[in-house]
């Protein structure tokens, strides 16, 4: 079995920064990739970052040069750190991770999620 779970999470001020981390646990051979997506009240989920195990990274168009993700291959932790913070970055934001139990298998995990609210 595996879990993802999420800390980090909260309120702030429009302009305040926060840092997200997921750990992920259980019996895991590899994550090739991990990242964030957010849901906001009455929309779709969307990508916020990925980042793979060799460190590459993938950004929404609307979180760049404010948001960076990073991860502890060794903790098999993702974090996301969120600067310069505007009210519509407020929304639930979900952990996502490929994980592989097995050389051959992979499977797609989520969080719980944390909500994270920006105050103008």
């Known amino acids: 079995q595996v879990q993802l779970v999420e800390s980090g999470g909260g309120l702030v001020q429009a302009g305040g920064s926060l840092r997200l981390s997921c750990a992920a646990s259980?019996?895991?051979?590899?994550?090739?990739?991990m990242g964030w997506h957010r849901q906001a009240p009455g929309k779709q989920r969307e990508l916020v970052a990925t980042?793979?195990?060799?460190?590459?990274?993938n950004y929404a168009d609307s979180v760049k040069g404010r948001f960076t993700i990073s991860r502890d291959n060794a903790k098999y932790t993702v974090y996301l750190q969120m600067n310069n913070l505007k009210p519509e970055d407020t929304a639930v934001y979900y952990c996502?991770?490929?994980?592989?139990?097995?050389?051959?298998?992979?499977?797609?995990?989520w969080g719980q999620g944390t909500q994270v609210t920006v105050s103008s």
């Open positions: 980042v793979t195990s060799g460190g590459s990274t």
């Open positions: 996502n991770a490929d994980i592989r139990r097995t050389p051959v298998t992979v499977t797609n995990y």
């Open positions: 259980g019996s895991i051979f590899s994550i090739p990739t």
